[in-house]
């Protein structure tokens, strides 16, 4: 479902995955080709949110932006089950793991892992190309193994996904309503 908020509706590109059930509200952008799972909630109601490309916002996870905030997704980033992000930046390339948090302000440069979990701190910033984990998250270690693994597969494993969907006509941003105060309107205006 899209929500227009104060004028606000959520743009998102003809080529993403919506899914059903997600929720998305007000000043959020989605770009081609990312996908958006299973109750997700995007609330950009007061500030603003921004998603690259062949991103991933997996099931349940909770994306905020506070008034004048803004919290930044790149392009070909992993946001895991139930992970919550408030205004703040995951670069590209990057994964938030399952449940993790990460706090306003926060910076998680581009390839980075945030291991399942784990919270990272107000302004918090973490370097390119690293795993963090732990509560508050430190760097363990520059990328390798486990956490590289999740790296190079986990955005052609969520695109594979999405299409997949898509063939069965789930997902299309078209199919969703858009809700405001004044009026319902049946089918997305898409960018
Ligand atoms: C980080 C992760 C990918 C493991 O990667 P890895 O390269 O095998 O990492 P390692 O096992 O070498 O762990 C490095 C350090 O981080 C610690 N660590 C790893 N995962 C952790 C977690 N979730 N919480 C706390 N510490 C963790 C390890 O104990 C180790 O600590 P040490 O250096 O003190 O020994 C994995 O634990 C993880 O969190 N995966 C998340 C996957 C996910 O949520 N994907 C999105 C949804 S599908």
Redesign the pocket.
Same mark, same amino acid.
């Given at each position: 479902m899209f929500i227009e908020y104060r004028g606000k509706t959520p743009q998102v590109a003809a080529s993403a995955f919506v899914a059903p059930t997600a929720v998305l509200i007000g000043n959020v952008v989605v770009g081609e080709n990312s996908s958006i799972w299973f109750g997700v909630v995007l609330r950009a109601d007061e500030g603003t949110i921004r998603i690259g490309a062949r991103s991933s916002i997996?099931d349940n996870a909770v994306v905020h932006s506070s008034a004048a905030g803004t919290t930044l997704i790149g392009s070909d980033v992993?946001v +895991?089950?139930c992970a919550v992000l408030d205004d703040c930046t995951i670069e590209d390339g990057a994964?938030v +793991? $399952?449940n993790a948090v990460v706090l306003q302000g926060a910076v998680v440069g581009a390839n980075s892992?945030i =291991?399942?979990? $784990?919270v990272v701190k107000v302004s918090e910033r973490l370097p390119e190309r690293i795993?963090a984990?732990?509560v508050p998250a430190k760097v363990?270690?520059l990328l390798?193994? +486990? =956490? =590289?693994d999740?790296i190079a597969h986990?955005t052609s494993e969520s695109l594979g996904q999405a299409e997949a969907y898509r063939r069965d006509n789930i997902g299309d941003p078209h199919s969703h309503d858009v809700k405001s105060a004044s009026r319902r309107k049946r089918g997305a205006v898409l960018v």
């Open positions: 997996e992993t +895991g089950h994964l +793991g $399952s892992v =291991a399942a979990g $784990s795993v984990a732990g363990r270690k390798a193994g +486990g =956490a =590289a999740w986990s």
